[in-house]
């Protein structure tokens, strides 16, 4: 029996008609019964979750979705998504680039080689980058403009923070960014109406 290598990719037909992205943090604040003074606390955890609906579909294509729920075996098997409606960057970057420096867990800011000299707005704000592929692919977000150097390499803040260590020529990816997920709930499942139209929707969280 053939097993199914994991992070799989979803179905590209129809496409994704609604997603609800969140970045969901351990941020616990306490307060004090008597002053009211307030102490926020900060963990590491920080992960992407989505909600994801389908538009209706026909057999012909609810069959892949349904074989890809199949072969996720509930919340065994992971994924890879991204925003669908940013598969574009904003900033002149185009392509893959590499890691132009070492980084290491918890690091906010990144460097990264994506061209061959001086580009102006080469990451835009509010781009997604995936940093590595496969079952390593993490998925962040541009929190600044970054302008690439001499060399092409832009230093650039993200979010959320590194959650693993990265090295030198890794793999950066700026169009068509993506994370590793998988989902909320082990059960999965679709419906359909007396016109054979399937509805699918989703929860899924960034799986580390």
């Known amino acids: 029996?053939?097993?199914?290598?994991?992070?799989?990719?979803?179905?590209?037909?129809?496409?994704?008609?609604?997603?609800?992205?969140?970045?969901?943090?351990?941020?616990?604040?306490?307060?004090?019964?008597?002053?009211g003074a307030q102490q926020a606390?900060?963990?590491?955890?920080?992960?992407?979750?989505?909600?994801?609906?389908?538009?209706?579909?026909?057999?012909?294509?609810a069959a892949a979705w349904q074989a890809f729920f199949m072969q996720?075996?509930?919340?065994?098997?992971?994924?890879?998504?991204?925003?669908?409606?940013?598969?574009?960057?904003?900033?002149?970057?185009?392509?893959?680039?590499?890691m132009a420096e070492d980084a290491s867990v918890g690091d906010l800011v990144i460097k990264i080689g994506i061209a061959s000299g001086n580009v102006a707005g080469a990451i835009k704000t509010g781009d997604y980058i995936q940093i590595n592929e496969g079952a390593r692919a993490r998925l962040h977000m541009a929190m600044s403009d970054a302008d690439t150097d001499t060399s092409g390499v832009a230093e650039v803040n993200i979010e959320p923070a590194l959650k693993e260590d990265v090295s030198v020529a890794d793999t950066v990816i700026l169009q068509g960014a993506k994370g590793v997920f998988r989902l909320d709930e082990a059960t999965q499942g679709w419906d359909a109406d007396l016109n054979s139209l399937y509805g699918f929707s989703f929860s899924c969280k960034e799986a580390t």
Do not use: C, H, N
């Open 72 to 98: 996720i075996r509930g919340r065994r098997g992971t994924f890879l998504l991204g925003d669908p409606d940013a598969k574009e960057s904003r900033g002149a970057g185009t392509g893959d680039g590499t």
């Open 41 to 61: 606390l900060e963990f590491d955890y920080a992960l992407w979750t989505a909600s994801v609906e389908l538009p209706p579909m026909k057999r012909e294509d």
């Open 1 to 35: 029996m053939a097993v199914p290598v994991y992070p799989l990719d979803l179905p590209t037909t129809p496409g994704i008609r609604r997603v609800t992205w969140q970045i969901k943090r351990a941020t616990p604040v306490s307060e004090s019964p008597f002053t």
